[in-house]
């Protein structure tokens, strides 16, 4: 089974620039997840999509980032301008919630992440 | 609100000796509790939850972990540990109203020496 795809790796800007993160789920995975993980911190749920309407954005800055997922299945997010602080890595991950087999407390697959630094 | 807190920044072993990973959280309501583990450039890997049921959790690669309500506290462990397993190691909880929204720990290194 192929896991979650992420793409570029690596990324290297400067401040004010913009720039934009793929991500291609699991095959199946009705739920996708974008996460933020500062060094030293846990990662930070930023948006949830199921299919491609958005559950729960409540943390997105939403002043410099968005994201979406217009087919239901891969999705990019995008930070414009790029701030210092925004030097993280950035993690995205599927689930089966809301899709077909989904039976509840389903376990989140994550991507090896894109990690971004900002100079 | 929801959170998890992980008091060690690293724990260190050696290899064959038992491991403990400390977590513990605070919720509102009944709690659902997670470990995943991340490898160098490698995404997190769930390794075990606790929804209901009995409070010892066996999971992937040998792990297992004791839900204490009264302590409000899911350490991980692992009878004999393994050069592999060193890893960052994460804890989250969600509430059972909204299990997607995991809240993740500060993490913790373990690192296992020959």
């Known amino acids: 089974e192929a896991g979650v795809a992420q793409s570029p790796r690596y990324k290297i800007i400067e401040k004010r620039q913009s720039v934009a993160f793929w991500c291609n789920p699991i095959?199946?995975?009705?739920?996708l997840y974008w996460y933020q993980q500062i060094l030293g911190q846990g990662p930070k749920l930023l948006i949830q999509f199921q299919n491609n309407g958005v559950v729960d954005d409540s943390q997105l800055p939403k002043d410099r980032f968005s994201a979406e997922r217009l087919k239901g299945v891969d999705s990019t997010l995008k930070i414009q301008p790029a701030k210092l602080e925004d030097s993280a890595v950035y993690l995205c991950?599927?689930?089966?919630?809301?899709?077909?087999?989904?039976?509840?407390?389903?376990?989140?697959?994550f991507g090896s992440g894109t990690q971004l630094s900002v100079l | 609100a929801q959170s998890v807190a992980q008091p060690e920044d690293q724990v260190n072993v050696a290899e064959g000796n038992p491991l403990t990973v400390k977590c513990t959280y605070s919720?509102?309501?009944?709690?659902?509790l997670f470990w995943y583990v991340q490898y160098p450039n490698r995404g997190l890997q769930f390794l075990l939850k606790?929804?209901?049921?009995?409070?010892l959790v066996k999971g992937s690669y040998g792990f297992e972990a004791e839900f204490n309500k009264s302590q409000t506290s899911f350490h991980l462990k692992k009878p004999s540990a393994l050069v592999s397993d060193s890893a960052l190691y994460f804890c989250a909880v969600s509430e059972a109203y909204n299990t997607d929204k995991l809240i993740f720990g500060t993490g913790t290194r373990l690192q296992v020496f020959p």
């Open positions: 991950a599927s689930s089966l919630k809301g899709g077909t087999g989904w039976v509840g407390n389903e376990k989140l697959f």
């Open positions: 095959s199946g995975h009705a739920t």
């Open positions: 919720v509102s309501g009944n709690p659902y």
């Open positions: 606790y929804i209901t049921g009995d409070n």
